[in-house]
């Protein structure tokens, strides 16, 4: 049976479990629900339960491990010839089985040996769909046959029930963690292979990056120089650029819409800014590769220099444009949060308004501003898409913003798409690459949001 | 008193100054709320003007006459015979019929390529679902190539330099004839909305792409809302304060800000290389979006059920609800609308997410439309970027036009946020 098919079974196994649960524990009350120690609905629920989830556990049990033992039993029959071969000949046999078991096309000839043990693949998996039909069922019903009979009048259903959801709440608490820990660990496992190939230290102080590794000992232009600095500056320096633009903009929108501006024009105008945040970054790459940098490209001409067609100021640009909202919605926050006191007092000395702002209020948001920055500032150096389509793809170490460079999340893109083996160095290096990002824009957010949480506590 | 009146004088000389720094600091307010805007109309409006043009399609009428002899001569009307025959073939004798005095190889390729290589589908579809128009002569309209839609379009400039041109002058003289018999003309592409992918901009359709949008998103909502409500809930009501909860916390402000191309990276570690799952499918997609968008909905979630007033809380256990009891009958209930709005927010950033999805290989080149979570597939934002790195020029309009399609989807979801946060919102 497949597997959704019985995955509804048991839902409807449950259900039914759920009826017969009621009434059973009216009946056991002899029908007045004062005698019973929960509510009949908890009963019911305390038999699903005990019908569905262990059944299910097994299901998804023998999913997760049900290909991998069949594959290793019907190696195991194969001819020794067959057997002995290298790992990656075995593996490409292997699939080569299922894809006849599955009905796809093969890679290699098909004879005798492999169409045999195709046949007995296919003759085991349905045994085994069998087995795990049987068994779930089974294992359903007579589970909630027991928690049947072990209904009584002072029977903790509730209790039994509660506890089980709390035990759920929890597991789904725990997934951020396992999130991270995931993060981590994938990064870290596949960097340290990268790193047994290619030192620490080069690695993190080189100064080329050229990731093409050789096939061929004896082919042209296989350096392989894996060095990271070049990737770091073009990525600082289009981060750089995008502060440039949404800092001043950023902060200037957030005074003025805070100090200045009525709630009507604050009610529109924050909004619409805030839509910024909402556009998805390939539409900022799109608009940075097919807008912004023929025009730049063209002004830059037309005063006589010399542009890249995907410059890194175009990228950084549009960049600032997206990071906008985000300083100014922080800012905002935290100029907000400024106790009035402070401004009655200095407009009390007879400073003006911007006097106010500039003297009293922006030092006293220093702290939150400089949080706000910092935030936006990691996303400006994780953000991926916009400098996918607008910034280069040559690792040039260059401060001129007229020039195009290559940032990390560009580098770990182009390693990665594309058909290559999995554990070359260029493959792994993306994995090393991400490893860096995660731990600067990690440190960034860290010192970001520690900042901010030691500023507010000085005013609450 | 000489001193004070030597103060008013100092404060009243600079009092011109000051007014004027004040007017200048408002207006450099004002001007950086202007530039926001205006980046936001530019970068509209240049997406509109580059993509209004891609709903629709130039075709042109062509009188086709289906002879048997080239696509069924021994007469068997047998499906394999129908389904393989040369109908390219028949268009191209149409074309040579129509322009009797192309002569010369070079000159005849040009002709054909004034037509979509679709026509022979869309002739061979109607052929196999009536065969007995076989021996007819059928008045047609066939989608034109890329290359003379722009034209028609005025994207490629006639009067340019014919090696600077890709519609070359031989070819312009015939489009110009067709013109001449009102034999061309531009019609609503429905193809934009019901096909897959495809190498030739006049048959490429976003459908494939939505589809695979769609289910992505299924599978983010069905694994993102109940886990990041149950999260929230445990944190907000259950957690006691210890290590373990603090972790908790902390690892979901950080998860919020970390850059969403790590969360590919996890993906291909985790999800494909590990668990092998199926590479390009919805289901993997799912699976990482989830993860990426799990921060934003506990936030919300935590947010609106710190909203609702313990007093209800009180209320409920004081009438002997079970801690429990009190949450799912009396709070969740109250919290909900805030989590809708803060789930719906995160469904938004995940359909217009891309770069998780480049790294789990949801950027192949992928004409069927998906059936199942299983099946590999693209979504719009993956789209958008292979279209963009398209070197045809009728890729721009058609990049532009599924933008407006997805800003579209975007906005619709977040007003539906608005519209919930505003009609469900109460003050305590």
Redesign the interface.
């Given at each position: 049976m497949q597997t959704s098919l019985l995955i509804f079974t048991l839902l409807f196994l449950s259900a039914v479990a759920y009826y017969v649960g009621t009434k059973r524990s009216l009946a056991v009350a002899n029908g007045e629900i004062k005698k019973l120690h929960s509510l009949p609905a908890f009963y019911g629920l305390y038999t699903a339960l005990w019908c569905g989830i262990p059944a299910l556990m097994i299901l998804l049990l023998w999913t997760i491990f049900e290909s991998t033992i069949i594959t290793n039993i019907v190696i195991s029959t194969l001819p020794d010839a067959i057997q002995n071969t290298e790992a990656n000949r075995l593996t490409l046999i292997v699939n080569d089985i299922k894809n006849l078991v599955s009905g796809n096309i093969v890679s290699g000839e098909v004879n005798s040996d492999i169409q045999a043990a195709a046949d007995h693949y296919q003759r085991l998996q349905k045994i085994s769909d069998y087995a795990l039909t049987v068994l779930v069922i089974v294992v359903a019903i007579l589970l909630s046959t027991y928690s049947l009979r072990s209904i009584k009048i002072h029977k903790r259903a509730?209790n039994a029930v509660?506890k089980t959801?709390?035990v759920?709440?929890?597991i789904?608490?725990?997934?951020?963690?396992l999130?991270?820990i995931?993060?981590v660990l994938?990064?870290l496992?596949?960097s340290i292979r990268f790193f047994q190939s290619v030192p620490v230290s080069e690695f993190l102080f080189g100064l080329e990056w050229s990731p093409q590794t050789a096939i061929r000992a004896d082919q042209v232009g296989s350096s392989g120089a894996f060095g990271v600095v070049p990737l770091f500056a073009g990525t600082m320096l289009i981060s750089f650029i995008a502060m440039l633009v949404a800092v001043?903009?950023?902060?200037?929108?957030a005074?003025?819409?805070s100090e200045?501006a009525g709630s009507r024009v604050r009610a529109t105008?924050k909004p619409?800014?805030e839509?910024?945040a909402?556009?998805?970054?390939?539409?900022?790459?799109?608009?940075a590769?097919?807008?912004i940098a023929p025009y730049i490209r063209d002004t830059g001409e037309a005063l006589g220099l010399s542009v890249a067609s995907e410059s890194a100021l175009a990228a950084g640009f549009v960049m600032g444009?997206m990071i906008?909202?985000f300083v100014?919605s922080l800012s905002d926050d935290v100029i907000n949060a400024v106790p009035q006191s402070l401004r009655d007092g200095a407009y009390g000395m007879?400073a003006?308004?911007?006097?106010t702002?500039?003297k009293v209020i922006f030092p006293a948001a220093l702290p939150g501003i400089v949080g706000g920055v910092l935030?936006a500032a990691?996303?400006a150096?994780?953000?991926?898409?916009i400098v996918?389509?607008a910034a280069g793809l040559a690792a040039n170490l260059t401060a001129n913003p007229l020039e195009a460079v290559t940032t990390v999340?560009v580098q770990?893109?182009t390693l990665?798409?594309g058909d290559q083996e999995?554990d070359s160095p260029k493959t792994l290096a993306?994995?090393a690459l991400?490893l860096v990002?995660?731990v600067v824009?990690?440190a960034l957010?860290?010192v970001a949001?520690h900042v901010v949480r030691k500023y507010r506590e000085q005013y609450e | 008193m000489n001193s004070n009146k030597n103060t008013m004088d100092m404060?009243k000389s600079g009092l011109a100054k000051?007014?004027r720094?004040?007017k200048?600091?408002?207006i450099?307010?004002?001007?950086?709320?202007s530039?926001?805007?205006l980046?936001?109309v530019?970068?509209f409006s240049?997406?509109i003007s580059?993509g209004y043009s891609a709903f629709l399609q130039t075709y042109i009428q062509l009188e086709i006459k289906i002879d048997e002899q080239l696509i069924d001569p021994n007469g068997t009307r047998l499906e394999e015979t129908l389904s393989s025959a040369n109908y390219a073939g028949l268009i191209k004798a149409t074309l040579r019929s129509t322009f009797p005095e192309v002569k010369k190889r070079r000159a005849k390729r040009a002709l054909y390529r004034l037509v979509s290589n679709g026509g022979s589908f869309i002739l061979r579809d109607m052929v196999m679902e009536n065969p007995e128009l076989i021996g007819t002569t059928q008045t047609l309209w066939i989608p034109a190539d890329d290359d003379v839609d722009m034209l028609m379009k005025g994207h490629i400039d006639r009067h340019a330099e014919e090696d600077n041109r890709r519609i070359k002058n031989n070819q312009i003289a015939w489009i110009d004839k067709f013109i001449t018999e009102n034999k061309i003309e531009k019609r609503f592409n429905t193809t934009f909305f019901t096909a897959g992918d495809s190498r030739d901009p006049e048959l490429s359709g976003i459908w494939g792409a939505a589809v695979g949008s769609i289910l992505t998103l299924v599978v983010t909502l069905l694994l993102s809302f109940?886990?990041g409500v149950?999260?929230a809930?445990?944190?907000e009501e259950?957690?006691p304060k210890n290590r373990w909860t603090d972790?908790?916390e902390v690892?979901?402000?950080?998860?919020a800000?970390?850059?969403?191309?790590?969360?590919g990276?996890?993906g291909?570690?985790?999800f494909i290389?590990f668990f092998s799952l199926p590479r390009s499918a919805p289901l993997i997609g799912g699976l990482v979006l989830t993860?990426m968008t799990?921060?934003t909905i506990?936030i919300a979630s935590r947010a609106a059920l710190k909203s609702v007033p313990m007093s209800i809380r009180e209320a409920a256990l004081g009438v002997g609800a079970?801690?429990?009891q009190t949450i799912f009958y009396h709070v969740l209930p109250l919290a909900m609308p805030g989590m809708l709005t803060g789930t719906i927010i995160g469904m938004?950033q995940a359909?217009?997410?891309?770069?998780p999805l480049?790294?789990i290989?949801m950027?192949a080149f992928i004409v069927d439309i998906p059936g199942s979570i299983f099946d590999p597939s693209t979504v719009l934002?993956?789209q958008?970027?292979l279209w963009?790195?398209s070197p045809e020029r009728a890729f721009?309009e058609r990049?532009?036009a599924a933008?407006m399609v997805?800003?579209g989807f975007?906005i619709i979801m977040?007003a539906l946020a608005v519209v919930l946060r505003k009609r469900f919102e109460r003050r305590w």
């Open positions: 509730r509660e959801i709390t759920f709440l929890i789904c608490s725990s997934i951020a963690i999130t991270t995931g993060i994938s990064v496992f596949e001043p903009i950023g902060l200037m929108a005074i003025y819409l200045y105008a619409l800014l839509i910024l909402g556009i998805p970054t390939v539409v900022y790459g799109f608009f590769a097919l807008t444009i906008i909202p100014s007879g003006t308004r911007s006097e702002i500039r935030l990691s996303r150096i994780g953000e991926t898409m996918v389509m999340t770990i893109v990665l798409t999995f993306a994995f991400g990002l995660f824009t990690l957010n860290v949001l | 404060v000051r007014r720094a004040e200048r600091f408002r450099y307010g004002l001007t950086a709320i530039l926001g805007l980046f936001l530019l970068l240049s997406i580059k109940p886990i149950a999260t809930v445990y944190l259950f957690a972790l908790i690892n979901i402000n950080n998860l800000a970390v850059p969403s191309i790590v969360f990276l996890l291909l570690a985790v290389n993860l799990l921060p506990i079970s801690k429990m938004a359909l217009g997410e891309t770069a480049l790294m290989g950027v934002p993956v958008i970027f963009a790195d721009v990049t532009s933008i997805l800003l975007l977040n």
